[in-house]
C-alpha cells in the first residue's frame, strides 16, 4: 500500500520547485522531506525524482503525483457525504492561457468555486507546457488550442477567442497614414507577447508578409494592452478585452484592406484528466455551459488555429 504522507512529500516539492519551499508548504524540516523522498524510493526500488535546481519527476513519479492529485480530488468529493472529513483545503491545480484569465475565466469560475468550495492553483501557460504539464501529472487540467488530449485526458471544445490588430488613434496615424505597406509594416514596432507568440505573424502572413517586423516583447496581457493604449506599438488583443477602449476610441483596428485579414480567431480546447472524480467533473460541464457567454462558437474555416501560438 502506498504510504500518502511520503506522496503528500513527493507532491510539495514539485509543486514549489524545490525541497525547501516544499517542506517550507508542510510545515517539515527540509531533512525530513527529503528522508520521506528517499523512503519512498527505497520502498519503490527506483528513483522518483531527477535532483536539480528544480527537481522533476521520473516517469514512474509524473504517475504517483498524478494518482496523489486524483485522490485529492476524489477526497473532496466526499465532503458532502461524510462531513467529519471536515473543510479539505483542496486546491485544484490547472494550467490556462493569459489571455482567458484577463478576459473570461474569473467571471465564469466564481459561482464554481463558491458552491464548491474549491480553491484554484493557476499557472499561466502557452500549449505546449500546458500540454506537457498534464502529460506529466503536474496539472489537472489546461485550457488550449490543440484538440488532441494527452494519454489519460480528455478534451472539450469550448469554443473560441477572436483577436483584432489594435493600436492607438495617434500610433496608427504616425505609422500607417498611407495604409498598411510593407514599407510601414518593416517600420512600425509591434507587440509580441513572448517567443511562442505566433498570432502577429498570422496576421502579417495574411497580407503576404514574411519579413522580420521590430517589435516589443511584453509577457503579460495587462501590460500588453497598456503598451498599446500608450502607442508604443499595434497588437493582436482579444476584442473582449478591450470593448470599452474600442467603443471610446482609444484603440482603433488597423487599416487592413481585407476584411478577412483584419481578425484571427483562436480556439480553445478544456483538457482534464479521465479519472478526475465527480469535481473535476462538474467543473467540465460548468466550464460548457459558461463557455457560449464568453466565447465566440468554434469555426472550421480559420487558417491552422492550432498553430496560433496560444496565449
Known amino acids: 500500500m502506498l504510504d500518502y504522507k511520503l506522496l503528500e512529500a513527493l507532491t510539495a516539492v514539485v509543486d514549489q520547485g524545490g525541497f525547501e519551499r516544499g517542506a517550507q508548504r508542510l510545515g517539515l524540516t527540509q531533512s525530513a522531506v527529503s528522508q520521506r523522498i528517499k523512503l519512498l524510493e527505497a520502498r519503490l526500488g527506483q528513483a522518483v525524482l ?16 498524478n494518482h496523489a492529485r486524483q485522490v485529492r480530488l476524489l477526497e473532496h468529493d466526499l465532503l458532502d457525504q461524510v462531513p467529519t472529513l471536515g473543510e479539505a483545503d483542496t486546491r485544484l491545480r490547472l494550467a490556462i492561457n493569459a489571455d482567458s484569465l484577463a478576459t473570461w475565466w ?10 464548491q468550495r474549491l480553491l484554484f492553483e493557476l499557472l499561466v501557460e502557452d500549449q505546449e507546457v500546458a500540454l506537457k504539464r498534464m502529460r506529466d501529472g503536474e496539472v489537472a487540467g489546461c485550457l488550449c488550442d490543440s484538440p488532441r488530449p494527452v494519454q489519460g485526458a480528455r478534451s472539450h471544445a469550448l469554443g473560441q477567442m477572436r483577436y483584432r490588430a489594435l493600436a492607438s488613434p495617434d500610433f496608427v496615424a504616425r505609422h500607417f497614414a498611407q ?29 503576404d508578409f514574411h519579413e522580420p517586423f521590430p517589435h516589443h516583447l511584453c509577457p503579460s496581457s495587462e501590460g500588453f494592452v497598456g503598451m498599446a493604449l500608450a502607442g508604443l506599438g499595434y497588437g493582436m488583443i482579444p476584442e473582449r478585452q478591450v470593448a470599452r477602449e474600442l467603443a471610446e476610441g482609444r484603440l482603433v483596428e488597423l487599416p487592413s484592406p481585407e476584411p478577412r485579414a483584419r481578425r484571427i480567431e483562436v480556439p480553445l480546447y478544456w483538457h482534464h484528466w ?15 455551459r459558461q463557455a457560449g457567454d464568453h466565447l465566440e462558437p468554434l469555426s472550421t474555416n480559420d487558417d491552422a488555429p492550432h498553430q496560433a501560438g496560444h496565449r
Request: one cysteine or more; hydrophobic letters at 35%.
Open 274 to 288: 479521465r479519472q478526475g472524480g465527480e469535481t473535476l467533473a462538474a467543473l467540465t460541464r460548468h466550464l460548457l
Open 50 to 65: 531527477v535532483r536539480g535546481p528544480r527537481p522533476a519527476p521520473t516517469p514512474v513519479g509524473r504517475r504517483l503525483l
Open 179 to 207: 495604409g498598411l505597406d510593407h514599407a510601414a509594416l518593416r517600420r512600425a514596432p509591434a507587440i509580441v507577447y513572448g517567443p511562442d507568440d505566433r498570432l502577429q505573424h498570422r496576421y502579417l502572413a495574411r497580407h
Open 106 to 115: 474569473p467571471a465564469s469560475m466564481a459561482s464554481f468555486c463558491r458552491e
